[in-house]
């Protein structure tokens, strides 16, 4: 028997719903276009969203960031299942927009099963430089980096780069006239660098290129969008920022469909061009930043950085034990004594101490800072930690860039320092910055070892690090950060990584507001031991947050039902002994039987069959724009899961690390 048609009034129901959608959608992206426009939302996070998801355009890179910001890689349902892997079940779809303006449903890489996916290939800055000259050639472009004969072309058709410069420089500056070229209308710089949207346009086309290249892009960064689109309302600032976005992802998008193939021997163009030297071996990288720790040290007692220490607590045999330094003011004081001492530029650069601008002039990277020493766990000194004054302008901590002998994801300030104790039992305690080591470390608390990383979410290399020299499978961790909102998130993105570790994961709760360098600062020694020993599970704030972000007042069974699938998807990523204990605490919260709990747990553990109440993944659709105060980068490591046991456990492999994101109410 046929289905009859829809009637009449069904089928104006059903575009009427279909209209509500797309209404919310583009009501999603106005909002967070007006974060962008609002600085909320910097320039560089919308370019990190449109490296992974700029082939679905502008507006769908808001929607998408919206509403799972930790996406990496979204695709349909029916294109996961082509590749093999298959969307779990309580998966809420991701919608986006179609060409047609339809709402479509995409789903994130780890919303689906199987073993994560590999991080992409990573190239040097060399070889992302010889791709793009390549390009350049094919497009019938020279590229001059000081070639000793001379060009009789025409001077539009000339690329020039200076000869000092580093290759990720260069390659950056090739992007950025590549990108010039390809823009209809627009010619290299010719005579001086470009200024305003020309140049953010150019720059972030850049960015994206060398992004899908493989080559690492922390040296870029981006003026404030309000400096080139304006907030003047009747300048229509957002229109400018859309017009911008769009062109940028269709101009990335051309250049990267031009690039030639990777080739270990690529043709050359005309005569060799002289490359700079290849980078310095890692015993001079070793100590040119021994040698300017000893410059920085020299510098502290005459500065402004004993008495600024002084007042936050730390006198003179604390500044003591840990080095601490000053760097000048001079804009080039540390490059002009060490290449006194015999070190070239190229080595100033390759050791993350000096970079070039624009114009290839040196300069120092650390100006008018405290210095903190960062140290390998030989201790020797691979980078540092700046802090600048409180009233100065800036980063307030300016970290040393990653180079051959200093990787941020690795790097723990006061591991070498409390290595001894943490051989001896002491316990990790990981938190947010090297002030507040110093704190919790001043406060004699002999059975805790203070650890921050630099910059950075907890890592499982940070573990991995720690892990060396501490049982942390049978002493576990501790985590204490902020206490205030970005404290709070910043424990959840640790979640990740801790989640691994055998042994127990606490954290410390700490007041509003307030951190161990702030409670340090006004209420001594005694001040820091109190505030230890407010203690929770680390995993009761997680599940607790989850149910807070997703449940709201939990006054509606839908709420519950959503609050307790978002609780199971985290358990089910616990070890066993945990979780019985958070399932009895979500039934207790949600007002859900344990029975019910059960079902849905099974359903997050073991994705099959639906239990009643529980919806399929392609049923759920954001009913609201999301409403979020800030955004951070989720530099959480993606590598393959570890869990760190006592040696004689074999490691387990997580079926992902499935990240929540707000539900809409």
Same mark, same amino acid.
């Given at each position: 028997?046929?289905?009859?048609?829809?009637?009449?009034?069904?089928?104006?129901?059903?575009?009427?719903?279909?209209?509500?959608?797309?209404?919310?959608?583009?009501?999603?992206?106005?909002?967070?276009?007006?974060?962008?426009?609002?600085?909320?939302?910097?320039?560089?996070?919308?370019?990190?969203?449109?490296?992974?998801?700029?082939?679905?355009?502008? &507006?769908?890179?808001?929607?998408?960031?919206?509403?799972? *910001?930790?996406? &990496?890689?979204?695709?349909?349902?029916?294109?996961?299942?082509?590749?093999?892997?298959?969307?779990?079940?309580?998966?809420?779809?991701?919608?986006?927009?179609?060409?047609?303006?339809?709402?479509?449903?995409?789903?994130?890489?780890?919303?689906?099963?199987?073993? *994560?996916?590999?991080?992409?290939?990573?190239?040097?800055? %060399?070889?992302?430089?010889?791709?793009?000259?390549?390009?350049?050639?094919?497009?019938?472009?020279?590229?001059?980096r000081g070639q000793r004969w001379s060009y009789s072309g025409r001077p539009e058709r000339r690329i020039m780069i200076a000869p000092q410069l580093a290759d990720a420089e260069a390659a950056t500056l090739l992007a950025h006239q590549l990108a010039h070229v390809l823009q209809r209308g627009e010619r290299i710089d010719l005579d001086e660098p470009c200024q305003g949207v020309r140049r953010v346009r150019a720059d972030s086309i850049a960015y994206l290129v060398l992004a899908a290249i493989g080559m690492d892009v922390d040296h870029l960064s981006f003026a404030s969008v309000q400096s080139w689109a304006g907030k003047d309302a009747r300048a229509n600032p957002h229109a400018a920022i859309r017009t911008v976005g769009e062109k940028v992802l269709r101009v990335a998008s051309r250049i990267r469909q031009r690039l030639p193939e990777t080739s270990m021997n690529p043709p050359p163009q005309g005569p060799a061009v002289p490359h700079p030297k290849q980078a310095p071996e890692h015993e001079n990288l070793l100590a040119a930043q021994t040698e300017a720790h000893a410059f920085f040290r020299a510098h502290h007692s005459d500065s402004?950085?004993?008495?600024?220490?002084?007042?936050?607590?730390?006198?003179?045999?604390?500044?003591?034990?840990?080095?601490?330094?000053?760097?000048?003011?001079?804009?080039?004081?540390?490059?002009?004594?060490?290449?006194?001492?015999?070190?070239?530029?190229?080595?100033?650069?390759?050791?993350?101490?000096?970079?070039?601008?624009?114009?290839?002039?040196?300069?120092?990277?650390?100006?008018?800072?405290?210095?903190? *020493?960062?140290?390998?766990?030989?201790?020797?000194?691979?980078?540092?930690?700046?802090?600048?004054?409180?009233?100065?302008?800036?980063?307030?901590?300016?970290?040393?860039?990653?180079?051959?002998?200093?990787?941020? %994801?690795?790097?723990?300030?006061?591991?070498?320092? %409390?290595?001894?104790?943490?051989?001896?039992?002491?316990?990790?305690?990981?938190?947010?910055?090297?002030?507040?080591?110093?704190?919790?470390?001043?406060?004699?608390?002999?059975?805790?070892?203070?650890?921050?990383?630099?910059?950075?979410?907890?890592?499982?290399?940070?573990?991995?690090?720690?892990?060396?020299?501490?049982?942390?499978?049978?002493?576990?961790?501790?985590?204490?950060?902020?206490?205030?909102?970005?404290?709070?998130?910043?424990?959840?993105?640790?979640?990740?990584?801790?989640?691994?570790?055998?042994?127990?994961?606490?954290?410390?709760?700490?007041?509003?507001?307030?951190?161990?360098?702030?409670?340090?600062?006004?209420?001594?020694?005694?001040?820091?031991?109190?505030?230890?020993?407010?203690?929770?599970?680390?995993?009761?704030?997680?599940?607790?947050?989850?149910?807070?972000?997703?449940?709201? !007042?939990?006054?509606?069974?839908?709420?519950?039902?959503?609050?307790?699938?978002?609780?199971?998807?985290?358990?089910?990523?616990?070890?066993? *002994?945990?979780?019985?204990?958070?399932?009895?605490?979500?039934?207790?919260? !949600?007002?859900?039987?344990?029975?019910?709990?059960?079902?849905?747990?099974?359903?997050?553990?073991?994705?099959?069959?639906?239990?009643?109440?529980?919806?399929?993944?392609?049923?759920?659709?954001?009913?609201?724009?999301?409403?979020?105060?800030?955004?951070?980068?989720?530099?959480?490591?993606?590598?393959?899961?570890?869990?760190?046991?006592?040696?004689?456990?074999?490691?387990?492999?997580?079926?992902?690390?499935?990240?929540?994101?707000?539900?809409?109410?």
């Amino acid at each position: 028997m046929t289905t009859p048609p829809p009637t009449p009034g069904v089928r104006n129901r059903d575009a009427e719903e279909l209209q509500r959608r797309v209404e919310i959608l583009h009501g999603i992206a106005a909002s967070e276009l007006a974060r962008l426009s609002r600085g909320q939302l910097t320039w560089e996070q919308w370019l990190t969203h449109a490296h992974h998801h700029g082939r679905y355009g502008f &507006t769908n890179t808001l929607l998408i960031a919206a509403q799972r *910001p930790t996406a &990496t890689d979204v695709r349909s349902y029916e294109d996961w299942k082509r590749q093999g892997r298959q969307v779990l079940r309580g998966q809420s779809a991701i919608r986006v927009l179609s060409r047609s303006g339809k709402p479509r449903p995409v789903f994130d890489v780890e919303q689906t099963d199987g073993q *994560p996916l590999g991080e992409p290939a990573s190239v040097s800055p %060399g070889q992302a430089y010889d791709r793009l000259r390549r390009l350049a050639s094919d497009l019938e472009l020279y590229v001059d980096r000081g070639q000793r004969w001379s060009y009789s072309g025409r001077p539009e058709r000339r690329i020039m780069i200076a000869p000092q410069l580093a290759d990720a420089e260069a390659a950056t500056l090739l992007a950025h006239q590549l990108a010039h070229v390809l823009q209809r209308g627009e010619r290299i710089d010719l005579d001086e660098p470009c200024q305003g949207v020309r140049r953010v346009r150019a720059d972030s086309i850049a960015y994206l290129v060398l992004a899908a290249i493989g080559m690492d892009v922390d040296h870029l960064s981006f003026a404030s969008v309000q400096s080139w689109a304006g907030k003047d309302a009747r300048a229509n600032p957002h229109a400018a920022i859309r017009t911008v976005g769009e062109k940028v992802l269709r101009v990335a998008s051309r250049i990267r469909q031009r690039l030639p193939e990777t080739s270990m021997n690529p043709p050359p163009q005309g005569p060799a061009v002289p490359h700079p030297k290849q980078a310095p071996e890692h015993e001079n990288l070793l100590a040119a930043q021994t040698e300017a720790h000893a410059f920085f040290r020299a510098h502290h007692s005459d500065s402004w950085a004993p008495g600024y220490l002084a007042e936050r607590g730390f006198e003179d045999g604390i500044q003591e034990r840990w080095q601490i330094g000053y760097a000048p003011a001079g804009r080039r004081t540390l490059i002009d004594h060490l290449t006194s001492r015999g070190f070239s530029d190229e080595t100033l650069v390759a050791a993350g101490l000096a970079k070039r601008g624009r114009d290839g002039t040196l300069f120092d990277i650390f100006r008018d800072r405290v210095m903190l *020493p960062l140290r390998a766990p030989d201790g020797a000194v691979v980078g540092f930690i700046g802090r600048r004054r409180d009233d100065a302008p800036g980063p307030k901590y300016l970290n040393t860039p990653e180079t051959s002998i200093f990787r941020k %994801g690795e790097v723990l300030f006061g591991l070498h320092e %409390g290595r001894d104790r943490l051989q001896q039992g002491a316990r990790p305690l990981v938190v947010e910055g090297p002030f507040d080591a110093i704190a919790i470390d001043s406060a004699t608390i002999d059975d805790h070892v203070p650890l921050a990383p630099c910059g950075t979410a907890i890592t499982t290399n940070h573990l991995d690090q720690i892990a060396k020299c501490s049982d942390i499978a049978s002493s576990g961790l501790l985590l204490a950060l902020d206490g205030d909102n970005a404290g709070s998130k910043a424990m959840q993105r640790a979640w990740g990584a801790l989640k691994q570790i055998a042994g127990p994961v606490e954290a410390v709760c700490l007041p509003e507001g307030r951190d161990p360098a702030d409670i340090f600062r006004n209420h001594g020694c005694d001040g820091v031991r109190e505030a230890l020993h407010s203690i929770v599970r680390l995993a009761d704030l997680v599940v607790d947050a989850a149910i807070d972000r997703v449940g709201g !007042t939990l006054e509606f069974a839908e709420n519950r039902l959503a609050a307790a699938r978002t609780a199971a998807n985290l358990i089910a990523q616990m070890r066993a *002994p945990e979780v019985a204990r958070q399932i009895l605490r979500v039934a207790e919260r !949600t007002g859900l039987g344990i029975s019910d709990m059960n079902a849905i747990l099974a359903v997050a553990i073991s994705p099959g069959v639906t239990p009643t109440g529980v919806s399929a993944a392609t049923e759920d659709f954001p009913l609201a724009p999301l409403t979020r105060t800030d955004h951070e980068d989720d530099e959480d490591n993606h590598s393959s899961h570890r869990t760190y046991a006592k040696p004689s456990t074999p490691t387990h492999t997580n079926r992902g690390n499935h990240r929540e994101r707000r539900a809409a109410p």
